[in-house]
């Protein structure tokens, strides 16, 4: 598990036009270039977002990579409540859900 | 020159990106309020606006997390994230570097203070700024408090770190206006988003009103977070304006809970 470089390479993502060239260019070099286990690669490739979520992305990171690959609010939303029924309980972090019964 | 403004309002990206899905009865009001303050601001004539904020892995990362820092760059750029996403077009923000780097030296007495000369502004300033300077022509420092990545920085210090910015403030020549902007009770980016804590939203407000200083920084993370949510770690930013204005109380101005927002939605002053 590392979380840590999961969260890393998401927030240079968001902020780093060079790690967006790449994202674009060369994905997998990319994920390469962070200590990353097999299932978070496969997580961040798909995407899967309820998985990110379970995983324990924080959600202030993982909601901009959702929309980065092209999940408006609600599907976003709608992919981690998915990704709860699938994959259990957040692991780690403080995202955790409570009722998860928020406005959409 | 004394301090010339001290308030708070809320920063949550729904604001301005999800503008259209909240209830007009409710939105409207609270817009106008927004507005209203950027209006008691500009009517202070302010040199430079001073936000007090709690980014969101805009600039900061746990691999160098400051508990503080402030900006003391010529200008910055927002918002990072998508422009269409939060409704907000790319800006460039005049900083006030001397002024800031006035500010900082003075603050590094009391406050283990980190600076930045680049800085790029998320929704936690955007959206205020969208509000309250819509031409985006006064002068911004921003200052971060960590409130992301834990361990955080506890709300006592908050406290101490607002009145170590008012004594900066009072000390330099120019009229600064301070902001601080953050939720209180909300549970964003999860399941649970737009989930609000009405019954503690308004006893801390009630508390920041009050300018109660014992009762402000006698919140623990533990009680936060169960009550409050993740977001809720975001009053750090509210209690430090009520540092910057010891000694006044305060009024809110605005507060609704709006649940697309996913804030319970704030306008408050201090009367300093």
Redesign the interface.
């Known amino acids: 598990m590392s979380l840590y470089y999961v969260q890393k390479l998401l927030y240079q993502l968001n902020r780093d036009p060079h790690a967006r060239a790449r994202f674009d260019e060369n994905f997998e070099g990319l994920l390469d270039d962070f200590d990353l286990t097999e299932e978070e690669k496969a997580a961040l490739r798909a995407p899967d977002i309820g998985l990110l979520y379970v995983m324990g992305v924080n959600g202030q990171i993982l909601m901009h990579y959702a929309a980065l690959r092209g999940f408006e609010w609600d599907r976003y939303i709608q992919a981690m409540r998915d990704g709860l029924k699938l994959h259990g309980p957040v692991r780690a972090g403080l995202y955790l859900t409570t009722d998860g019964r928020g406005a959409v | 020159m004394p301090l010339v403004y001290a308030g708070i309002c809320s920063h949550a990206p729904g604001i301005t ?2 503008a259209e899905r909240a209830d007009p009865a409710l939105r409207d009001p609270f817009c106008q309020h927004l507005r209203d303050m950027g209006d008691e601001i500009r009517a202070e004539r302010p040199d430079a606006l001073l936000v007090v904020a709690a980014e ?4 900061f ?3 160098n997390m400051p508990a503080y820092c402030m900006g003391m760059a010529d200008y910055y750029d927002g918002p ?3 422009p269409q ?1 939060l409704g907000i077009e790319p800006q460039r923000v005049p900083g006030a570097a001397s002024l800031a780097k006035r500010l900082i030296g003075r603050m590094m007495a009391r406050i283990d203070l980190a600076y930045a000369q680049e800085w ?1 502004f998320d929704h936690g300033i955007m959206v205020p700024l969208h509000f309250l300077t819509p031409a985006y022509d006064l002068p911004v420092i921003p200052a971060n408090i960590n409130c ?3 361990p955080l920085t506890p709300p006592a210090r908050a406290y101490e770190f607002g009145r170590a910015l008012r004594e900066a403030c009072d000390a330099v020549e120019e009229r600064i206006a301070l902001v601080g902007t953050g939720g209180i009770s909300h ?9 609000i804590n009405e019954s503690w939203d308004r006893e801390f407000l009630s508390r920041w009103a009050a300018n109660d200083r014992a009762a402000l920084t006698a919140y623990s993370d533990e009680e936060t ?1 169960r009550d409050g ?2 977001g809720g770690f975001e009053i750090r930013t509210l209690i430090a304006v009520a540092g910057a204005a010891e000694g006044a109380t305060g009024e809110i101005r605005y507060y609704a809970p709006i ?2 927002f ?1 804030v319970g939605c704030t306008v408050g002053r201090m009367r300093i």
């Open positions: 990106g999800r969101h892995f805009a600039n990362f746990m691999d990072i994230e998508d996403w790029k992301q990545g834990p549970w964003p980016a999860t399941p649970d988003s737009g989930k977070w949510g993740q649940p697309i996913a």
